[in-house]
């Protein structure tokens, strides 16, 4: 799961983009559906499972702990789980690659069962603060020994029975608030969570749809959410819906690429999860909903996206939470839009699979884009729609979203964009690249 040899790829402005693509399954929602099927007593089926590094080390780690995975060749996953409170304890550590969701959900796990874990990681998530998960679960009774900064390498020891806390999360995240919910399944009595801002709500939802006695209650503090253990999960059949935040990619490329004219199918489309859909509209770009329907519980519906002038914008603070991955795909339409569009209010993208802000900023100025950087966000000058000069290599810091949008500025560029590894896209979309080669290609 390490990126040893850097795979570079060179980007060379092409389009326009024109035909159909399918997204692949929801990455928060398919490790979910590992956590939980894993946990659930007997056979759980999962259709659309996103097949890319980050979940299949959500799968290596629950088999580690118990449970049975297993692929068929009709592409169906079938988890059979041991029951809340019966994971096992692990005979290695817990390699969790460059995924914090994994990491931090699945401390959340193991914090109230009587096992031991060592969590380790790539550079990019030896990187990332895991205090944030570290103190809630600390309070529910698990030890946790980790490295200076509260970081990866660390071991974290289960108490069972863990105490249940009531805890009002500090930053807008919803690994914090899953690991918390993840421990309280095992845990007797209630367990709060009290979200000041809405963050995804995948594991509300789902751990609801397994059995849990689990409520959420809005309140002038924010939502409360209460979760009753020790919880008895029920399998499941469960449909993944495609992944909005790989769409995100095809929405602006379309966007920014004269001629293009694309369907995205399968987009799913929580409103916890629409921030660029909106954020892209209020700069005039041309998407439409086609056949909106429910799959796997969520709202879904295939993107008819066209290319359009797009406007720069003042980015609403109050919808970072709901495009949190997205800033720097927003950050690449941003540079061919009219005008000087400012993002601010998202200090976390600081603390993602790379520093977001600083990753982006560096590349689109060695792009030759004027970009402003602020302590919780940047202020872009777009071209109106020109291609931008482009002829850089970018550095993408082991960060796959990086590589992604960078490859995205490259299609409209004068001259050509290097990205110096996209070894980590297959962390969450491995199929990126063969699906670009087609949308350029156009329909057979
Ligand atoms: C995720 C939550 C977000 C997001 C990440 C996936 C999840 O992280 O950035 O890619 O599945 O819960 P934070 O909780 O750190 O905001």
Redesign the pocket.
Known sequence: MSHAAPQPRRIDAQGPLTGTVAVPGD??IS?RSLMLSALAVGESRIEGLLEGEDVLATAAAMRAMGATIDRGDDGVWRVSGVGVGGLLQPAGALDMGNS??STRLLMGLVASHPITATFTGDASLSGRPMGRVIEPLARMGADITASPGGRLPLMLRGLTPAVPIEYTLPV?????K?AILLAGLNTPGITRVIEPVA??D?SERMLAGFGANLTVTPSPAGRIIEIHGEAELKPQSITVPGDPSSAAFWLVAASVVPGSDIVVTNVGLNPTRTGLIAALRLMGADIEEVDARTVGGEPVADLRVRHAALTAIDVPAEIAPSM??EYPVLFVAAAFAAGRTTARGAH?LRV?ESDRIATMATALAACGVQVEEHEDGLSIDGTGGDAIPGGATIASKLDHRIAMSMTVAGLHAVRPVTIDDIGPVATSYPGFYASLDRLIAGPA
């Open positions: 990455k928060s490790h914090g969701t807008a995240s919803a690994q914090v899953s963050t995804r995948h949190i991955d976390e993602k």
